[in-house]
């Protein structure tokens, strides 16, 4: 009987510990939301980026880069709309595609919801 109240109470401790930890940022879920910026990004992003913007590896070998995580190549909101906007480093542009809104939406989605260190704080660039 003794080791049975034992094991209860080491659960009940463990329990306890782990509630001491603070869990992982929930990831923003592309897939789930009903945003207009979501929908775009699904439109005309995801086809490259991935359907979750974690990257991916084109057919013909083209790494496309994580838009959620590693070392971004644009930091600051205007080098993510010009990004957008004019394309380069393989990207096509997007402003003849997409309205003036459409593309600053985009570039806010990127930065506010899909840049994971922004979000949890530890972003130290521009």
């Given at each position: ?83 957008i906007a004019e394309g380069g480093h393989g990207m096509l542009p997007f402003r003849n595609q ?29």
């Amino acid at each position: 009987m003794f080791r049975v109240k034992l094991l209860i109470i080491a659960c009940f401790a463990l329990v306890g510990f782990t509630g001491c930890f603070e869990s992982p940022a929930n990831t923003f879920v592309i897939a789930q939301s009903k945003s207009y910026e979501a929908s775009l990004f699904r439109q005309n992003c995801a086809i490259c980026h991935g359907p979750e913007a974690n990257g991916r590896t084109l057919d013909d070998g083209t790494v496309v880069p994580s838009l959620r995580q590693g070392e971004f190549k644009f930091k600051t909101e205007a080098g993510i709309y010009k990004q957008i906007a004019e394309g380069g480093h393989g990207m096509l542009p997007f402003r003849n595609q997409l309205t003036e809104r459409e593309l600053r939406l985009l570039t806010e989605f990127v930065r506010n919801e899909l840049r994971e260190s922004i979000r949890q704080g530890s972003f130290s660039g521009q």
